[in-house]
């Protein structure tokens, strides 16, 4: 599909709080980025309500697709692919950037893309590093926490996946039942980070560890937030003092170390029995990337198995038209595109199931 012409593919992405469009090059370029943050219009409602973001996603996206294309000094005509998230995600924010996705295309004759959300974060290291396919995924966001063989564009096999709350959400709900702001996994991290005894905070506040040591790389993290939820209710009633918090922040964000772990080593495992070789790199994609105490355990976990660990910049992490762009051109490149009555989806698996685990 490439004729060896740079390519100029414009991303957009609206699947929750952030309404971000980009123009990406066949050539790694990020030479347009824009992203618009809702936080601060849902941090009064402790998390994000789906038909205040469509709303937002609405009023902002056209000036941003207008910025984007003025930043990147080309005309409409000069675009290649143009590439919208279509699922999954909250389905009013998903409509608003794909309809505006395919009318573009349809104006000036464009080729559309219809992206899946978390395919795109998958595929972020390649646009940001030199990575080659196979290689194991970790996905972990507000949303999604999940172990994925990447084999090709097209190609991913589940390894493992939550069977109840994301990683991200845990987070903001225990921030959110210790009474810190949305989003609740940066104050988590700074509490924990405070902790003056560790081992002390431990031994204080005892957690489950869901399928820790299961034969399995599935995540359960609902336990753990009922765990938390009841160590609260133990405590006088008020606001929680500060060295408490410090102490329950660092316990939860420990045992979550703890869980990652466990699952990633099995999840490494899996993946070589899954691809028939061992690999040689994984990544780890989505906003809970930034924890580095996550990070930090994970690309231990890796260089004990002599994996490298690749993480994109962290703005390129959370929700971002770049890497929707990306993959888009990475789908289009493999003579992959969309037709313009392609549905939006609220829910879109993204690789099949594997049965070796």
Same mark, same amino acid.
């Given at each position: 599909?490439?004729?060896? @012409? ?42 994000? !309500? ?43 924010? !998903?409509?608003?950037?794909?309809? $505006?996705?395919?009318? =573009?295309?349809? /104006? ?10 978390? $395919? ?42 939550? =069977? ?9 709900? /225990? ?14 991290? @700074? ?11 431990? $031994? ?8 820790? @040591? ?74 809970? $990337? ?10 231990? !976990? ?31 490149? @493999? ?23």
């Amino acid at each position: 599909m490439n004729d060896n @012409k740079v390519k100029y593919i414009l991303g957009i992405e609206t699947s929750c709080d952030e309404t971000s469009v980009a123009i990406v090059t066949s050539e790694r370029k990020i030479i347009a980025h824009e992203i618009y943050s809702q936080i601060e219009t849902h941090k009064q409602y402790g998390g994000v !309500v789906p038909e205040i973001a469509a709303r937002e996603h609405l009023d902002r996206l056209d000036d941003i697709i207008k910025n984007v294309m003025e930043q990147a000094k080309i005309d409409y005509q000069d675009l290649d692919v143009v590439a919208a998230t279509s699922g999954p995600g909250l389905i009013g924010g !998903v409509m608003v950037g794909m309809m $505006a996705g395919k009318t =573009i295309a349809a /104006t000036y004759n464009k080729p559309f893309v219809a992206v899946n959300h978390l $395919a795109a974060h998958v595929l972020t290291p390649r646009l940001s590093e030199d990575i080659h396919f196979p290689y194991l995924a970790l996905l972990v966001s507000g949303g999604h926490t999940q172990f994925l063989l990447v084999r090709d564009v097209d190609d991913m096999v589940e390894l493992g996946t939550t =069977i109840d709350d994301a990683l991200g959400e845990a987070f903001d709900k /225990t921030a959110k039942m210790m009474g810190l702001p949305y989003p609740g996994g940066p104050f988590i991290e @700074k509490l924990a980070h405070n902790c003056e005894d560790k081992l002390a905070a431990v $031994a204080r506040f005892p957690l489950p560890k869901p399928l820790y @040591k299961k034969p399995n790389c599935n995540f359960s993290f609902s336990g753990l937030k009922t765990a938390i939820a009841r160590h609260i209710q133990s405590m006088p009633e008020g606001d929680i003092g500060a060295s408490d918090a410090q102490d329950l922040a660092y316990a939860f964000q420990d045992t979550i170390v703890e869980i990652i772990k466990d699952r990633l080593s099995r999840a490494l495992d899996a993946a070589h029995h899954e691809n028939g070789s061992a690999l040689s790199q994984m990544v780890i994609v989505g906003g809970v $990337a930034a924890n580095r105490a996550i990070y930090n355990a994970i690309q231990n !976990v890796a260089s004990q198995k002599n994996i490298s660990c690749v993480t994109p910049p962290l703005k390129l992490c959370t929700d971002n038209g770049a890497m929707i762009a990306w993959a888009g051109w990475e789908l289009y490149n @493999k003579g992959i595109s969309h037709p313009l009555s392609f549905p939006a989806k609220p829910r879109w698996p993204l690789g099949k199931s594997s049965v070796s685990n």
